[in-house]
Nanobody
Framework: QVQLEESGGGLVQAGGSLRLSCAATGWLSSLKDMGWYRQAPGKQRELVASISSGGSTNYSDSVQGRFTISQGIDRNLMYLQMNSLKPEDTGVYYC?????????WGQGTQVTVSS
């Protein structure tokens, strides 16, 4: 069993920055990859960025060059540094981990970017 808790969301003006954190607890030895997803009102949940157990990263085209995903040394922490935020980045951001046996989601943290 894996538990995830996101933090760091909030309200920010366009052009500002936020840093999201995801703390994972539980049995993490079979971790495959971790990622951030977001869901805007009325839209489907979409991938923002992901990082594999080997450290390879992947970003959606909409955040490439503005967001950076990283992990803590023990891989139980994951971060999303978000710079040059735009109103269209508004949504609930979810942390997701994929293990060899299943997938786990956090409860989400709200990010609101005002114009």
């Amino acid at each position: 069993q894996v538990q995830l808790e996101e933090s760091g969301g909030g309200l920010v003006q366009a052009g500002g920055s936020l840093r999201l954190s995801c703390a994972a607890t539980g049995w993490l030895s079979s971790l495959k990859d971790m990622g951030w997803y977001r869901q805007a009102p009325g839209k489907q949940r979409e991938l923002v960025a992901s990082i594999s157990s080997g450290g390879s990263t992947n970003y959606s085209d909409s955040v490439q060059g503005r967001f950076t995903i990283s992990q803590g040394i023990d891989r139980n922490l994951m971060y999303l540094q978000m710079n040059s935020l735009k109103p269209e980045d508004t949504g609930v951001y979810y942390c997701k981990v994929t293990m060899t046996w299943g997938t786990y989601w956090g409860q989400g943290t709200q990010v609101t970017v005002s114009s």
